[in-house]
Structures are given as structure tokens and as C-alpha cells.
């Protein structure tokens, strides 16, 4: 089962929600941020292997192109530009759709590879850890998302930590979850994407509940809108300053016995409602 931690913007505790969860259900984490992966500075896995992600790209033969610019045409994406006596490519604009070769009359495109980035997993004792990372400069996460979250163990229970926001990166997460917990925080900003975050997984027929995090009791931004919706709250996180030190540090907050009973609290919730 792949449950997947998401939420509108960042900075509200995906990662804090996601790797505590991990240890407590001893479920494999899988860290799909990919333009900011950190997660395993949390968990801290041992024997790392890695493995880099290619993508496929045109290139032109310059001695079979004859110029007609159909695949300039063809190109969605405007990965390729026709100059005076040759064919541009812009690779990192490329999508890899192969639509080039399929319009061009003379053959004169083949593919090649590039790597656009790098999968690293790991195990913490019985859990699997595995994360993916965006080369900087890339523009196009999704062949990382795919390769990370493909084959994961069917009968066990994958955490995926989800991107930030409701981009088509987190829809790709999405495609292969079953359950999703949306974490959000008291605040105008956190009302705000907690709403698109929930249209999102609605429109995907996805179930899910809600976790609040810096949790304040006289802090009524979500109230209305969660009593609205109907939204199911699997728990809150206290708003504590030593909770922050303690994080900044590394260090995960099940270590902090209030914190290890609201997470356990939490684990408890989630296999009744959702598991």
C-alpha cells in the first residue's frame, strides 16, 4: 500500500510527518521531493546505492537532414529551432515523446541518452529508504519520479513524501497512491493550498485526512473550512519552540516523549480510518 504525505505549499512538516511515521509503522520511506530531497538526513541510511536516470534525446544527422523542419514543427515543447544550416536542440526542453523521429522523411534522427539525475536507497534497519535527485538546472522531474516509484514492495506499507504544491509532479506521486494524508498549518497561507491540495485529491478519487501541524487550540483558520468540508483529522502537532531546536539538529521528534505520544496517536488513527 503506497500512502502518500502532501500538502498545498511548503514548510508545513511533510517530511517531519512523513519520516516519524516511517519509524513508527515501519514503513518504507520514499522520499519523492526530488528537487529538495530530505529525508534522509532524518533517517540516515546505511549501504547507499545509487543509480543515475537517463532520458532519451534527439540527434540529428546533419548529413541525412535535408532542413524541412517537420520536426521543428512536430515539437510541442519547442526543443528544436531551425537555424540557417542546421537543426537546434534544446535539451532540456525536451519531453522525450520521439514525436521528431516519427515525422522525420529522411531518418535522420536517432536517440542518445543524457542523466538528468540520481536515485540513492538505502535501509535503516528492516525499512527501505530510497530517494530520487534532480540534477540542478533540470526542469522535468517526472522521469525520476517514475523510476523511483516504480516496483515498490506491494505488500508493505510505502510512505511517499511528496512534493510541495499541486504541480503535475505531485500528481505523478499521486498515480500510485492509495491513501493520501494532507498535513497543513493554522495560518492564512496553509488555509489557502490545504484547499487546492484537497481538490486535487478529491478529483482523483483518492481518500485521505488531515494532520495539523503547530497546532494551536485558539487558532481558528482551519476550523470552518475543515467542519465544511467534512475533512477526517488524523491528529495535530503542538506548536512548541523546543520541537523546532530539535529539528534543526536532525533529529527526529519521536525522540521527545510528548511529540513519540502525539505520533503514536497519529499511527493509531490512521490504521482505523484509512488502513
Known amino acids: 500500500m503506497n500512502i502518500a504525505v502532501l500538502s498545498g505549499k511548503g514548510g508545513t512538516g511533510?517530511?517531519?510527518?512523513?519520516?516519524?511515521?516511517?519509524?513508527?509503522?515501519?514503513?518504507?520511506?520514499?522520499d519523492c521531493d526530488v528537487e529538495e530531497p530530505n529525508g534522509f538526513i532524518f533517517l540516515e541510511p546505511e549501504y547507499i546505492i545509487r543509480q543515475y536516470v537517463e532520458v532519451e534525446i534527439p540527434e540529428i544527422?546533419?548529413?541525412?537532414?535535408t532542413l524541412c523542419g517537420k520536426c521543428v514543427e512536430i515539437c510541442k515543447f519547442n526543443a528544436l529551432a531551425k537555424a540557417k544550416?542546421?537543426?537546434?536542440?534544446?535539451?532540456?526542453?525536451?519531453?522525450?515523446?520521439?514525436?521528431?523521429?516519427?515525422?522525420?522523411?529522411?531518418?535522420?534522427?536517432?536517440?542518445?541518452k543524457r542523466a538528468i539525475g540520481i536515485i540513492e536507497q538505502g535501509k535503516k534497519?528492516?525499512?527501505?529508504?530510497?530517494?530520487?535527485?534532480?540534477?540542478v538546472g533540470e526542469p522535468i522531474a517526472v522521469p525520476i519520479l517514475k523510476e523511483l516509484l516504480k516496483d515498490l514492495p506491494e505488500e508493505e506499507i510505502n510512505l511517499l513524501d511528496s512534493p510541495p504544491g499541486t504541480s503535475c509532479n505531485v500528481v505523478n506521486v499521486l498515480n500510485y497512491t492509495d491513501i493520501a494524508i494532507l498535513v497543513t498549518e493554522p495560518t492564512a497561507?496553509?488555509?489557502?493550498?490545504?484547499?487546492?491540495?484537497v481538490k486535487l485529491?478529491?478529483?482523483?478519487?483518492?481518500?485521505?485526512?488531515?494532520?495539523?501541524?503547530?497546532?494551536?487550540?485558539?487558532?481558528l483558520y482551519l476550523k470552518e473550512y475543515v467542519e465544511e468540508e467534512d475533512i477526517k483529522i488524523i491528529g495535530c502537532l503542538p506548536y512548541r519552540r523546543e520541537i523546532a531546536e530539535s529539528y534543526s539538529k536532525g533529529k527526529t521528534l519521536i525522540d521527545v516523549k510528548e511529540y513519540k505520544n502525539a505520533f503514536q496517536c497519529i499511527a493509531n488513527t490512521l490504521k482505523e480510518v484509512l488502513l
Open 85 to 112: 544550416d542546421k537543426i537546434i536542440l534544446f535539451d532540456k526542453l525536451c519531453h522525450s515523446c520521439g514525436a521528431c523521429d516519427l515525422v522525420c522523411p529522411t531518418e535522420a534522427i536517432k536517440f542518445t
Open 189 to 197: 497561507f496553509g488555509l489557502h493550498d490545504l484547499k487546492m491540495a
Open 201 to 219: 485529491v478529491k478529483k482523483l478519487s483518492i481518500p485521505f485526512g488531515l494532520i495539523i501541524n503547530k497546532y494551536d487550540e485558539n487558532n
Open 125 to 135: 534497519e528492516e525499512i527501505l529508504l530510497k530517494r530520487g535527485i534532480l540534477n
Open 14 to 30: 511533510k517530511t517531519t510527518i512523513s519520516t516519524n511515521l516511517a519509524l513508527l509503522l515501519k514503513a518504507n520511506y520514499i
Open 61 to 65: 544527422d546533419e548529413e541525412k537532414c
